[in-house]
């Protein structure tokens, strides 16, 4: 059972950065790991997704302005939100996919991931 927790979130002004955390219990083996992303009356959103071999896909919404990363010492999965906008807005969370195993093209679908932390809250003020 993989435990994952948020850390990082916060209020911004447009223009501004922040960066996300997500402790884990433990990274398994061949794993995905992702950033999504929900604002109120939305649908889930994925962010970003890096695999095992350090290989990203970003949401084309973000690409250029997001890097995803994680220390594998450390147990810790990383948001990079680099000139954020308003439309940034949303309750961000991490999620790890055991299962799911090579190359993506796109930020997989999150039923396929198993695990999810509780959430950060990002705000971004114009």
């Known amino acids: 059972q993989v435990e994952l927790v948020e850390s990082g979130g916060g209020s911004v002004q447009a223009g501004g950065s922040l960066r996300l955390s997500c402790a884990a219990t433990?990274?398994?083996?061949?794993?995905?790991m992702g950033w999504f992303r929900q604002a109120p009356g939305k649908e889930r959103e994925g962010v970003a997704d890096?695999?095992?071999?350090?290989?990203?896909v970003y949401a084309d919404s973000v690409k250029g302005r997001f890097t995803i990363s994680k220390d594998k010492d450390k147990n810790t999965l990383y948001l990079q939100m680099n000139s954020l906008k308003p439309e940034d807005t949303a309750m961000y969370y991490c999620?790890?996919?055991?299962?799911?195993?090579?190359?993506?093209?796109?930020?997989?679908?999150?039923?396929?991931?198993?695990?999810w932390g509780q959430g950060t809250q990002v705000t971004v003020s114009s």
């Open positions: 999620a790890a996919a055991p299962s799911l195993i090579g190359l993506v093209r796109e930020v997989p679908e999150a039923r396929l991931y198993n695990y």
């Open positions: 433990e990274f398994t083996a061949r794993e995905h």
């Open positions: 890096i695999d095992d071999d350090d290989r990203t």
